[in-house]
């Protein structure tokens, strides 16, 4: 397809979207990104994992692992961050028509704060409820995330599910630094709003909009970028400082479970 063939920009509603978004604490804008960007997305992701295997390490602070729940096997999930070694990854993160709607959002402009690539493979595990705000000193409360799927995401692959409205209450667990999960019935299931996506769409949500997703019991992979942000007035950049202080929190609680031979490559 050439430039002049691409689809028309997704028209965006501005005070609508903004006002959706300060309701219910996320929205989904579809087909943001064209299918040529997004197939270049996909070979990167497939060319990261065979080209950085050597990263693919429990011990390597950038690597995530997660069981697989049909078998036990402990499998490579994510890589965080990512854009340093992924440039269409990075462009993605950077893209102006995100950038643009994340300003929308804001009423500012936004900055990078955090880049992941959850790969998400059949039979991996899924995660607990949780909210992604965190009680460390400075944290961003402007603190959002953009979900760019690589893959169809559903619920058999195991979508990103979140509850709407739950975010106006703020933090839902003790503001102690500490990660928690949320009990089950901090939300009412009804509520439930599984993202289910396709190439090209993206979803947003809150640092404090509480969200989890079941295992990917499907024989698909649901390759997914989670990219966060703040607000500029909200600390300005803070990616490197943020990394510096997770890498601290990761390695704290590694020690924890005595593995102290971990790194960062
Ligand atoms: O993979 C998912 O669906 C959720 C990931 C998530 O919540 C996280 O990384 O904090």
Known sequence: MTAATLPA???????DL???????????VRGLFDSSLMLEAST????????YDHLQSVKNLRCRWQNNVFTGECTFETFDPVIDIGPVCKRLALHSRLL???AILYGEPARLFKDKLIYKPPGVKGYGLHQDWIAWDG????????????????RDNGCTVVYPGYHHS??????DGKYHELPADTVDEEKAVPLVLEPGDVAIFGGFTPHRSDPNVSDRWRRQLYLSYNALSDGGDQREKHYREFHAWLREKYAEHDKTDTYFA
């Open 100 to 102: 643009e709607l994340l």
């Open 18 to 28: 903004r006002a959706e978004y300060d309701r219910e604490g996320f929205v989904v």
């Open 44 to 51: 990167e992701a497939d060319r990261l994992l065979t080209r």
């Open 170 to 175: 703020g933090p839902l667990t003790a503001q």
């Open 9 to 15: 920009p997704v028209p965006i509603a501005e005070p």
């Open 139 to 154: 944290f961003p409360r402007s603190f959002l995330t953009v979900l760019i799927p690589f893959d169809s995401a559903d």
